[in-house]
């Protein structure tokens, strides 16, 4: 009996110290962000002013802090790399995983952006979409299409695509990696069977290998979604929301409310909304993949 608790103790001893980094890193600032959202607290004065759950009908309600616009650009970010990063990601994971020549290559280029700096990668963009020398109208010009030059990060209609642009490219790699190890881990013999059969490869992908990799696809679905949501630095380095809040989305204007309009009660509030939306979305992307045993 005491060496069981001896050997307990000695366990609890080994991880209190990751125990006590994780509450302080991670749940502490939570509770405290939780705490701080019901009082209209500025940085200078007492946090007295208790104001209950205002900030958060504020949040929802008045059009002047503009959450519901900024976190429907998340949404619509959300969508674009469920629908269309993840199936190019998909599609190179399955095409790689087919021993191709160059397949460590290929790797290698794909998954490069993502080891890239964000501000680095939201220079390089800033280069590509300058109106004057970018590439992007430079290659306009030279195809003869004066009329399709715009200055991108600039109006409202095109700084929203602008933005997305880079975000889905930057992350395609990650998406491929993830699946492309998914597929490589898929039993040979499954796939030498349906061949036997007489499946083409489309069909094997399409009832073998996707299915077999759901797991992968189900972790990759919520990684999009939530980064979508959690999305700061590279729209911060392309537009820092503007212009006009057309790139608006929470993280920016979060930033806005501490530092710009020093409201850190509504700050925090945006905060715990987004924590309360990652966890929501994370729990109904885990739903819909569930499958029964």
């Not at 962000?33 to 200078?44: C, D, E, I, M, R």
Request: hydrophobic letters at 55%; one cysteine or more; charged letters at 15%.
């Amino acid at each position: 009996m005491k060496r069981t608790i001896g050997y307990k103790l000695s366990i609890f001893a080994f991880l209190l110290p990751a125990l006590i980094l994780f509450i302080g890193v991670l749940i502490a600032p939570i509770i405290m962000s939780a705490y701080y959202s019901f009082f209209n607290w500025k940085v200078g004065y007492p946090l007295t002013d208790f104001i209950g759950v205002k900030n958060y009908v504020e949040l929802f309600t008045s059009k002047s802090i503009g959450f519901m616009k900024a976190l429907g650009n998340s949404l619509l970010l959300a969508l674009l790399s469920v629908f269309i990063q993840l199936p190019l990601a998909l599609l190179l994971a399955l095409k790689l995983g087919k021993k191709i020549p160059g397949e460590r290559a290929f790797l290698s280029v794909y998954f490069m952006p993502v080891l890239i700096s964000t501000v680095v990668i939201g220079q390089l963009w800033l280069k590509i979409y300058n109106p004057e020398y970018g590439l992007l109208n430079v290659a306009l010009r030279s195809l003869g299409l004066e009329s399709w030059t715009r200055i991108w990060l600039g109006t409202k209609e095109t700084a929203l695509g602008a933005c997305f642009v880079p975000i889905l490219w930057q992350y395609v790699g990650y998406h491929m990696l993830l699946m492309y190890a998914g597929v490589k881990g898929v039993p040979p013999e499954l796939n030498e069977a349906a061949m036997l059969d007489g499946c083409t490869e489309s069909q094997v992908n399409r009832y073998i290998i996707i299915p077999y990799i759901k797991p992968i696809l189900r972790v990759s679905v919520i990684f999009a979604v939530t980064g979508s949501l959690k999305s700061f630095d590279l729209i911060y380095v392309l537009t820092n929301g503007g212009p006009f809040h057309a790139t608006e989305v929470p993280s920016t204007l979060m930033i806005s409310m501490l530092f710009l309009r020093n409201r850190y009660g509504m700050g925090s509030t945006i905060a715990v909304m987004l924590i309360i939306l990652c966890f929501a979305f994370a729990l109904l992307i885990s739903l819909a993949f569930k499958e029964e045993k």
